[in-house]
């Protein structure tokens, strides 16, 4: 029996894909090269270094620049990113997200937070979404980003909750397999093509909560 449900934030509770987007674009265009849409599904869910080195392979730039160059890089695009994150408001919550989790917590089951975002404190209080959460583990606490089990493992841990009995809510590949390798099972929110390796797919957390209902 499932007695624990882990969100992701970013893509699952919150579509801040785009604003991550629109920052690494625009710091992609100042490096001088292109950044589409499509490049920008391979940095879900993956830690902030790990998108930039991504970012900078896309540009052919992987070995141009110090470690210091691209702190200083790393900080630039979060500058941007927050300018959007500070305008965040509650109307921003994707569809049923609020609903699922209040849903849950009514039949008795525990609600985590797992993701990789540092920002996550700050998005959480913009939402005001802070007290729905049991546990809470974010890009801070964790020394190995997805697909890397570590995240949903403390999260688990955090919750008291043993990982077979926790259900994980993902819309990234990396986190699907970070679920999947954490022993959960796996609820894939988003299309069938990226989230093959989930347990089951469904389009959004809205679809999920009508069912239910
Ligand atoms: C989430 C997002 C990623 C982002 C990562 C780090 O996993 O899906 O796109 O790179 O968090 O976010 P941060 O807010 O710390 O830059
Ligand atoms: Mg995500």
Not at 42 to 60: A, D, H, T
Not at 162 to 171: A, T
């Amino acid at each position: 029996r499932i007695e624990g449900a882990i969100f992701d934030l970013d893509g699952v509770i919150v579509d801040t894909a785009k604003y991550h987007y629109s920052a690494w674009k625009k710091l992609a265009n100042m490096l001088g090269f292109e950044f589409t849409e499509k490049d920008n599904e391979k940095l879900k869910g993956v830690s902030r270094k790990e998108s930039l080195e991504i970012l900078l392979k896309i540009g052919g730039k992987e070995n141009e620049f110090s470690e210091a160059q691209k702190e200083e890089l790393m900080d630039i695009k979060n500058s941007w990113y927050l300018e959007y994150i500070n305008k965040l408001t509650e109307d921003e919550i994707l569809p049923g997200a609020k609903e699922l989790i209040l849903t849950l917590k009514e039949q008795g089951i525990k609600t985590g937070l797992a993701t990789a975002s540092k920002n996550a404190m700050l998005i959480l209080e913009r939402l005001n979404i802070k007290d729905l959460f049991d546990a809470i583990v974010d890009g801070t606490q964790i020394s190995r980003a997805k697909p890397d089990p570590e995240i949903f493992l403390k999260c688990a841990q955090k919750l008291k909750i043993d990982p077979q009995k926790c259900v994980v809510f993902e819309d990234a590949a990396a986190g699907i397999k970070a679920a999947k390798l954490a022993g959960m099972f796996a609820v894939g929110v988003g299309s069938c093509d990226m989230l093959g390796e989930a347990d089951i797919v469904i389009c959004s957390l809205d679809q999920l909560i009508k069912e239910l209902k």
